[in-house]
Structures are given as structure tokens and as C-alpha cells.
């Protein structure tokens, strides 16, 4: 769901439905945010990336239902973008990594030059939701409806599948270079 929140949000201003799809969106991100309990306390990271997320969808929605303005739903992307922005950077000065904690999610003992490369991998990525969050942010304020949805219901997503495989084959090269 949070996924399509950009094609959910447009269909539903340009379609006159949010009547019903906000108090839904909200709906379902209680029933998310019930589950992602206790996600704070020691969970795995992935986990922990989720709940902000979640928090912020949230308070955007019930912001668009008791002020009756459909526009706060727009926020989600520069939310998003916002709450990664800050879990990657922050994690490149209080360490380790985010990419390295994922990481040893399944590789615990990660050699030095593995630790080397997933800190280079999430600098890529913090500078990666530094400038899509701008563009989506920009994409909010300038009040075409049309191109925010395009941008961050599609571009967006595009560019980072692009920037996943692009990162999954420099690691491959990565690795073949190592000998692992």
C-alpha cells in the first residue's frame, strides 16, 4: 500500500475519492503501525526503518482529515525521503553503517574491505534521498498534481531499482575482485 501511495493519492484527488480513501490509508497504517510494535526496541534494521515511516504517513493522514486539505498527502515522499535521508547519514557518524548492519544480517563476520564498501554504499544512498526527497519536495510545491505523481510514483522508483542494480553488480565485481 505505501508503495502505490502516490497512484492511490493521485486517483483519488483527481477522482474526487479521498472521502473515503484517507480515512482508509489511515485505517491501514494503524493496522501497520500495530504490527511494527516494539519495532524501536532492538528489532532489525530493517524493521526499525519502517516505523518512522509509518509515524509520518500517519500524521499526514490524520493532518489531511482535521484540516480538510487533501494536499499534506503529497508530503509522503519527502516524509520518506526525509526519515532514509537521516537513518543512512546519521548511521555514517554514530556507525556502523546501515548497508552494514543489513549486511550482517546475513554475512556476521564481514571482512574489513567488505565494512569499507557497504559504508561507500550507504553514502551513495544518503546522497541518493538527499536529492530525491529535494525533487520530491519541489515536486509537492509545484502544484502539478500530474508531475508529482509521475515523479514520485514512477521516476523515483525507477531510479532507485536503477540504483540497486547498479549497486548489486559493482558488489558482484566487488567480490570476484576479493575472491570470495
Known sequence: MLVAWPVLVWLGITRGQMSWLAPALGLLLLVRLWCLRGAAAGASPLRVLALPGTVGAAALVLASLLLRQQGWLLYYPVVINGV?????????????????????????????????????????????????????????????????????????????????????????????????
Open 84 to 180: 532514509l535521508l537521516a537513518l543512512f547519514g546519521l548511521s555514517l557518524w554514530q556507525g556502523p553503517s546501515l548497508v552494514e548492519r543489513i549486511a550482517r544480517l546475513r554475512t556476521p563476520d564481514l571482512p574489513t574491505a567488505a565494512v569499507a564498501y557497504t559504508r561507500r554504499v550507504t553514502q551513495v544512498w544518503t546522497v541518493f534521498f538527499a536529492c530525491n526527497g529535494a525533487v520530491a519536495l519541489h515536486s509537492c510545491l509545484a502544484g502539478d498534481l500530474d508531475w508529482w505523481a509521475l515523479w514520485n510514483g514512477g521516476i523515483a522508483y525507477g531510479l532507485m531499482g536503477g540504483l540497486m542494480v547498479l549497486e548489486y553488480a559493482v558488489r558482484r565485481r566487488v567480490i570476484r575482485r576479493a575472491g570470495a
